[in-house]
């Protein structure tokens, strides 16, 4: 079969290998589609501490059930369409045990420690069954949408634990494709305001096609002054760091209102995660700040529902579409910023 394998840092092509077996107890899925994140593109050049080589990345997969084990128990039926998430928990630290899936401390990832979606075909072991993330796919959703359920999974994690809810003013600072998906998802839960701020216009002015009522082009406006304006000097209710950038979560910090919630949801470079944040905005206005970097089994759910719905855009979303063969032109298009996602089809 044709996959992506890498053989070291920076260092990786698409070629033939040989086509996985059935693994026991789980299936063979022939994949239709798998979406590029910026976690993949950050694996290829920079390695991960959990990737040995060679790897096939790829963990944003949607396929068909092609073969399944024979000792396989679960209930998913040969010619399903299923999408895959990544997320392979242990089920049996305190924090599984609590539903708390997400820190679990025992987690694998498909496309880490098992091969991934890059490829015609991909082996889902049992372990992802029992206590994984994995969903069917509803007949009206195309595969390349289908892929999005990872990345929205993370997203519906994050406004759950915020709360937000009618009446809200959602800041989202950051408005690439996981910023997007907030703003969805926030006026889907009834926010009464949902404001935008990004240093990139193209990128603002995609976002808006997402339902964002206010944009702030904070690399030529004045972030602080602009939510003051807009909310007469009281702040924000909550507020959304979408990006990878520390000096975005002290801003975060400065402008949320009084008893205001700050999701931390994009994570720094680890040799640049002390931002400077003033601790005594915390305490004296009473803020609710948090961090969120994935899901459990129910949000993937969740996040199928939503792109099912509509309520996530899918159509929007998915900007670029290439064939495996196409992974290099694709890449090169991620990483100039002028797509929101793209989606590889072996």
């Given at each position: ?20 077996a ?5 299936i ?25 080589y060679?790897?096939?990345?790829g ?16 209930d998913y039926?040969y ?16 924090f ?6 997400e820190?679990?401390?025992?987690t ?17 072991p049992?372990?992802a ?6 969903s069917?796919?509803?007949d ?9 359920s ?19 003013t959602?800041l ?8 997007c ?7 889907s ?54 990006n ?5 979560q002290?801003?975060a ?9 700050v ?9 640049n ?12 206005k009473?803020l ?9 089994p ?7 529902e939503?792109?099912?719905s ?8 998915v ?10 032109k ?5 990483r100039?910023?002028?797509a ?7």
């Amino acid at each position: 079969m044709r996959a992506l394998v890498l053989t070291g840092v920076g260092e990786f092509s698409v070629t033939d290998k040989e086509k996985p077996a059935c693994p026991v107890g789980g299936i063979l899925i022939k994949v239709k589609a798998c979406g590029l994140c910026g976690s993949d593109i950050r694996n290829l050049f920079n390695g991960h501490q959990h990737i040995s080589y060679p790897r096939t990345i790829g963990h944003e997969v949607c396929g068909i059930v092609e073969e399944i084990s024979d000792s396989y128990s679960g209930d998913y039926k040969y010619g399903e369409r299923i999408a895959v998430g990544p997320m392979v928990y242990c089920g049996q630290c305190e924090f599984c045990m609590s539903g708390r899936h997400e820190l679990c401390e025992s987690t694998r990832e498909l496309g880490q420690q098992w091969d991934g979606g890059f490829a015609e075909y991909m082996a889902i072991p049992k372990e992802a069954f029992i206590c994984g993330s994995i969903s069917r796919v509803p007949d009206t959703m195309k595969d390349e949408h289908a892929t999005l359920s990872e990345p929205a999974s993370s997203c519906v994690n994050a406004q759950e634990k915020a709360g937000i809810g009618m009446g809200d003013t959602v800041l989202i600072i950051g408005s690439g494709p996981i910023g997007c998906m907030h703003i969805s998802l926030a006026k889907s839960r009834g926010a009464k305001r949902v404001i935008v701020a990004d240093v990139s216009a193209d990128r603002l002015e995609l976002c808006k096609k997402f339902g964002a009522d206010i944009t702030i082009n904070s690399a030529i406006e004045n972030l602080q002054e602009r939510i003051a304006q807009i909310t007469n000097g009281k702040g924000v209710e909550v507020i959304i760091t979408a990006n990878p950038v520390g000096a975005t979560q002290v801003q975060a910090v400065e402008l949320a209102k009084k008893g205001g919630r700050v999701v931390f949801f994009g994570g720094l470079p680890k040799d640049n995660s002390r931002p400077g944040i003033d601790t005594n905005l915390i305490h004296y206005k009473g803020l609710h700040v948090m961090g969120v970097s994935t899901f459990n089994p129910r949000h993937y759910r969740l996040a199928v529902e939503a792109i099912s719905s509509g309520k996530i855009p899918a159509e929007l979303l998915v900007t670029e579409v290439f064939k495996l063969e196409d992974f290099k032109k694709g890449l090169e298009i991620a990483r100039s910023g002028k797509a929101l996602k793209i989606v590889f089809m072996p």
